[in-house]
């Protein structure tokens, strides 16, 4: 099979994915059936050979860039100690832990760096995991803030820290604990300062650009879709780490303007474009793991038999004890931070983690699943370095069980605990409305004071100004009384948003007859079924 129908079938299996996890019976995380979907094809004979480089140019990238978009810098700056205690902290803590562990453990032939570079891929914690396992609204608020602030940052220290360990392992660099810290600081530093920088470079020129194309949306689109790999292949080359310039670009895309500036097709393509990849290129490393798993196992018992200082069911072993020793390192390193002292840093805060019970500390140790960024990153690996295929087993292994492990003991900590009450996010909404809603009712006032002046020379009717006027005031003074008349207020918007969705209804129907009928040019059905497109989507309020 060559690589293009290969990719259309990857494309198709990633799609059914979704579509398959709703129709069973029992709930299986989207990750799992991806994986055995993968397996299904290679059963099958389908089966793709990486190139680790470009594999890790191809998806870590936009998936780092998707996750840092997403995430709130407020909360991030808030909840920053917490995050480096974990994606900092406990990385360096699993690198050497781990990494001596399977020194130990592993063949002689294998050495320390490789060891090492596998610890430092099995760092990183995948969210998106986790969201698939227990659901939206199921941890709280404030403890998932933190297990995804996390899961970015300590996807980019992870696979700095792999990066440095491949080099050494394969010679290009020299193990010092000083000088690999200094330049780990240095590279780190570097790649958070160019994907900053980069970026709100880009959206100056994106802005020059959206003049000159008069705001294309599809220009734009595509020109943020490169975004992330042009920062990251600029920071590679000035010797920083593209994996968190691709990070720092995501963070600070929402604030260089952007988007904000860009035209509202572009604002709501650009939103449903980054949904569409980030669930391909996900499923795509899942699936992908999945075709790879055959393989893994044929590659590690042929390897196995020319080595025999280590079997098979010795390396199953150790994927058990090295997934225990993750998760108890996990777990002592949150229960050491809840009873640490105020941490530095200008703040007499306490940690989050002060007011953790022990069932919290446990459902933020199972929260820590491996997953996508963990594969590519052990795929990554040069097939240079001895052991290659039994550190590869050893990290599926732990993605398999971690996974697993979270689907049965995450719903049992979870048992009892009531979804995520959106009260107080409510409240904070209708406040909001209201004082925009007084703010857009005193403009509105000074432009029909404006335009009832000016009507002698616009010709403009009074009574047309007072009517268009009034209605749309009336709209927006109802929201002013959100919050003190909630159930009122709310009733009515909520009615007159019904109204508007059963009029677009309508009209897209009548459109629809007078194409039928041939009554309207494909152009102007075209224009005005995406003008109700979006009329729709701005009322409904859909994502």
Known sequence: MDLFSIILLLVLIVSLSGVVIKMLPIQIPLPLMQILLGCILAAFGVYVKFDPELFLVLFIPPLLFADGRKTSVKDFVHNVREIVGLALVLVVIT????????YW???????????FALAAVLSPTDAVALSGIVGKGRIEKEKMEIIEGEALMNDASGLVSL??????AVGDAVFNIFDISVQFFVVAIGGLVIGVLFTWLYARILRKINKLTHNDPAIQIVLLFLLPFAAYIIAEECHCSGILAAVSAGMTVNHSGMMRNAPLTARLQSDSTWSMLTFVFNGFVFVLLGIQLPSIFNNTFAENQIDTSIEVWQLCLIVLFVFV???????????????MPTMPFGTK??????????????ISTFAGVRGAITLAGVLSITTTINGRYQLVFIATGIILISLIAAVIILPILLRGSVILDNSEQKNE???????????????????????????SESGLDQEIIHEIGSRVIGSLRRRTGLKDLEQKALEAENLERRMRLVAIGAERTALLQMKVRNEVSEEVFE???????????????DA
Do not use: C
């Open 325 to 339: 020793v993750l998760m108890g390192t996990r777990f002592a390193w949150l229960w050491s931070m809840k009873h």
């Open 105 to 115: 453990m592993l063949p002689k032939g294998i050495d320390l760096a490789a060891t």
């Open 163 to 168: 990066k440095f360990a491949i080099a050494i």
């Open 527 to 541: 224009h005005l079924n995406t003008d109700l497109d979006i009329y729709e989507k701005m009322i409904s309020g």
């Open 349 to 362: 805060r306490p940690l989050a983690f002060r007011a953790y019970s022990t069932r919290d500390l446990l």
């Open 429 to 455: 909404i209708l406040s909001v409305k209201g004082q925009m809603a007084e703010e857009a009712i005193i403009s509105l006032e000074k432009m029909q004071n404006n335009l009832l002046q000016e009507t």
């Open 95 to 102: 690198i050497v832990a781990v990494g001596y562990l399977l």
